[in-house]
């Protein structure tokens, strides 16, 4: 076929999908039966007729020429429908149902398989093994009919986290059983249970370690093309087909789920991995991408059907019949009898009733099956009776799935409620628009009023919105609990906190590191309140607080073998987060007194304030602890965020003033140049120092300031400065000392039994009675704020004090005074049961805290 009859076919068929939207919105049908009818008719209509005229002549004549494969399908369709698919699915919804999609996408293929094959193999002349090839063709529920038509009827989010999951991933198992009974049928490959399995299991597991290594490196990649949206986009494009081919061609694995691998890596990471305005047009772009692919593939496979049954006669019909019975039958098994058992172990949140119903009734399917029926019909070395048999009754179970479930998917929705808002969510849409009413009233009355239009038009407007108002007073958020409501609230702000990040590193006041960890600590912020409520919130800012893996990694590092560059990295990581964490903290309390306050009243948005204070307080406790250790450096993050926020302004604006004309395009140009090149400092991360070299800080200890030059030089090659983080342990109960700890800064906690506490400051020392033999209680020793210890070991400590009998005096003194502290303790305690004195662990006068 010439190139541009080519253009041109395909040209005239773009056209044609762009009126199917609309179209299929009224007549009210899924937009992929309605495809799925154009197709048809264009198949049987795709005959060049004198009496037409000579162009659409001629593009029937054209399309009827298609040659098209099952490889068409497969390598030019199917990677673009997966990839914008993952690209919009959310990772950690995807994981919280991961077990009920793993079900749905691996087993059930097995299951569908064997019902199809062992039924229709009972009432069919055909062998067991081409009924069992039959199944795995239809196993695999079809992107593109399912998530079109399930977005289409509105069904709830689980619900199509479910289908989406089981639709992305379910090809891999099912292209893995067809592959080898495809072999089985044509005589050119074994019959064996055990190699289905593995074959499926390695297919899978490969794929998707390959997406997941090719999404990783698209991602960082995406570092050198920043600034260049087209280039971006491109490389995402690149490596939809890229996953595919590698995966499939390379590693004989499975390109279906590399490819979907790899969409879901660029959809959690790559957002903060790119410019912060490509995403945005990444999205639209895909959302492009996507409808053609969408498109075509029903458009060519729809014309394939003519095709794929040529003849059409009762025994036939019967076998489809059997077919749409035995998928029925294996989905129902799956969705009721197996999917409860994951609950039962614990495995996975339970699936209600009415998911299942819509579960077990939406397995459509599509070009997906179709496609592999043809390369059945295209195999020559199967015999003929067998690839009829397949083309026929595969696509006419295709047909029978759209045609009957999709015509039928959006009454069964609407009947199970599915597609309904929760009561909750009722109210909070009659409450907003109970508020905007009233809103717009006041604020069309003062208009009126100032412009002197006519009272008649002003009673109008407001018998309009008394209406509204009468109407929506009885399903307002009043009538929940107190509890409920605040809940609800706290989900409002919580997902404006979550897009408020992406605003934020849109507008490059934050880095692509500081932005991941924001943005997956707002996810956990929201997945904490949807299942626990008030309590899910406040463990959600606990676990913010904490020090992730890699921090108590890099301090181990550096307590090992002294490691310093890594434990600085993250200690700058955690002083700009916890930063840019306190701003977003104040701009969410003052969006939820601006816009929450009016929509759930007074006393919910007080207490929606006062947990977000809470939050507000940890969140300056850990960085007021930074700020004292580190003031130099904390001063450089206030300036560096000031300077975002300053060169933001700036270019909005340069944009402003362009944008009236006011500046030239060259000028412009020229002004962000300057602009960009004025404020570069701002992107360079300066070393956060944590040296923490022992000559310095033994000069900072009084006790050993009185030590000779030599001395303090021999002492310093003797002590192991460390690091110790707020509340961390430094020595736990009862467990004996085995070093001599200096307060180098900062402070500790000395933990006494009767449960009061000892506070020592720097330049005191504590574990020196159990070095000096003396048998004592234990004390748990924790840091306050970012502590700098000194630490000498034992054997080393009595060296220090047999050299010097002047420190060792001092020491004994101080050690004296502690133990008779200790033993006047013990005796009020057993007397009385009086509180441990400050003597019990302070040092002498020059030492004493």
């Not at 992929?32 to 029937?60: E, K, Q, R, T």
């Not at 977005?151 to 992305?168: F, I």
């Not at 399995?197 to 899978?204: A, E, K, R, Y």
């Not at 306190?582 to 601006?594: G, H, P, T």
Request: with cysteine.
């Amino acid at each position: 076929m010439e190139i541009g009859s080519l253009v041109f076919g395909l040209a005239g068929l773009l056209m044609l999908v762009c009126f199917m939207p609309p179209l299929a919105v009224k007549l009210r049908l899924p937009h992929s039966l309605l495809l799925a009818i154009c197709g048809f008719l264009l198949a049987y209509a795709a005959h060049p007729n004198a009496w037409l005229p000579p162009v659409l002549g001629d593009f029937l004549g054209i399309i009827n020429t298609f040659d098209v494969s099952h490889q068409t399908f497969l390598v030019v369709f199917l990677p673009v429908l997966l990839f914008e698919t993952a690209l919009a699915m959310n990772v950690r919804r995807l994981m919280e149902d991961i077990g009920p999609i793993l079900m749905l996408a691996i087993v059930a293929v097995f299951v569908s398989t064997l019902s199809v094959g062992f039924l229709v193999s009972q009432f069919t002349p055909y062998s067991l093994a081409a009924c069992l090839l039959l199944g795995a063709i239809v196993a695999t529920t079809d992107p593109a009919a399912v998530v079109g038509i399930f977005k289409e009827v509105g069904a709830p989010n689980r619900l199509m986290t479910l289908v989406e999951g089981e639709s992305l991933l379910n090809d891999a198992g099912a292209i893995a059983v067809y592959t080898v009974l495809l072999g089985v049928v044509s005589h050119s490959g074994s019959w064996q249970v055990g190699l289905v399995l593995s074959d499926t299991v390695i297919m899978f597991s490969g794929g998707a370690l390959t997406g997941f290594v090719l999404g990783r490196i698209a991602c960082e990649l995406f570092f050198w093309l920043r600034g260049w949206p087209a280039a971006e986009i491109s490389l995402t494009l690149s490596l939809a087909y890229l996953s595919y081919l590698v995966a499939e061609h390379y590693f004989g694995v499975s390109g279906v789920v590399a490819t979907v691998v790899a969409g879901l890596v660029v959809g959690s990471t790559g957002r903060t991995k790119m410019a912060p305005n490509t995403f945005e047009m990444l999205t639209q772009a895909w959302h492009q991408f996507g409808f053609w692919a969408n498109s075509l593939i029903f458009l060519l496979a729809a014309m394939l059907i003519p095709r794929l049954m040529p003849d059409l006669n009762l025994e036939n019909l019967f076998e489809i019949s059997l077919v749409f019975v035995a998928t029925l039958f294996a989905r129902a098994l799956v969705v009721f009898g197996l999917l409860p058992l994951l609950s039962m172990a614990n495995l996975s949140a339970g699936v209600g009733t009415r998911y299942k119903l819509a579960l077990c009734w939406g397995g459509l399917r599509g070009a997906v099956s179709l496609a592999l029926a043809l390369a059945v019909i295209e195999h020559q070395t199967i015999p003929e009776d067998i690839r009829h048999f397949v083309g026929v009754s595969a696509t006419g179970f295709v047909l029978a799935t759209l045609v009957l479930k999709g015509l039928t998917l959006r009454p069964l929705i609407a009947l199970l409620g599915l597609n309904r808002l929760s009561p909750k969510e009722e109210a909070l849409r009659n409450t907003a628009l109970f508020e905007a009413t009233s809103s717009v009233q006041l604020a069309t009355d003062e208009i009126a009023e100032a412009e002197g239009l006519s009272g008649q038009a002003r009673d109008k407007l407001r018998a309009v919105l008394a209406v509204n108002t009468i109407q929506l007073t009885e399903g307002l958020l009043k009538n929940f609990s107190v509890t409920e409501r605040v809940e609800l609230g706290l989900a409002i702000v919580a997902r404006h906190e979550h897009e408020m990040f992406f605003e934020i590193l849109k507008e490059q006041l934050i880095d692509e590191k500081i932005a991941a960890q924001l943005l997956s600590r707002a996810e956990q912020t929201e997945d904490g309140i949807r299942t626990l409520g008030v309590q899910g919130f406040r463990l959600a800012s606990a676990k913010a607080m904490r020090y992730p893996r890699r921090f108590r990694r890099a301090l181990q590092a550096h307590k090992a073998i002294g490691l310093q560059r890594w434990l600085a990295a993250e200690l700058a990581q955690r002083f700009g987060l916890l930063l840019v964490m306190r701003s977003a903290a104040q701009l969410v309390i003052k969006f939820a007194e601006k816009e929450v306050r009016p929509l759930l009243g007074e006393e919910i948005s007080l207490e929606i304030l006062s947990l977000h204070h809470e939050r507000l307080a940890l969140i300056n406790e850990g960085l007021q602890a930074l700020n004292l250790q580190y003031p130099i450096y904390a001063m450089w993050l206030q300036e560096r965020y000031l300077g975002r926020i300053a060169r933001k302004l700036e270019r909005e604006r340069y944009e402003q003033m362009f944008r009236h004309s006011l500046l030239s395009g060259a000028v412009y140009q020229d002004l962000l140049s300057q602009l960009r090149n004025r404020w570069a400092f701002l992107e360079q991360d300066p070393r956060l120092d944590i040296e923490m070299g022992a000559k310095d800080l033994v000069a900072r200890v009084p006790l050993l300031q009185g030590l000779s030059n030599s001395k303090q030089i021999e002492v310093t090659k003797l002590l192991r400065p460390r690091l110790y983080l707020p509340d961390q342990r430094v020595l736990a109960k009862d467990k004996p000392s085995i070093e001599l700890y200096f307060v180098a800064s900062g402070a500790v906690r000395i933990l006494l039994p009767d449960n009061t506490h000892v506070e020592l400051g720097t330049g005191e020392f504590f574990g020196e009675l159990h070095l000096l033999g003396q048998q004592t209680a234990g004390f748990e020793v924790r840091s306050l704020g970012y502590s700098k210890l000194l630490c000498l070991p034992a054997k080393a400590f009595n060296t220090l004090l047999e050299q010097d009998p002047d420190l060792r005096a001092h020491i004994e003194s101080v050690a004296k005074q502690r133990l008779r502290a200790i033993e006047v303790w013990q005796a009020q305690q057993t007397a009385s049961g009086t509180a441990a004195p400050k003597d019990l662990v302070s040092a002498s006068p020059n030492t004493s805290a």
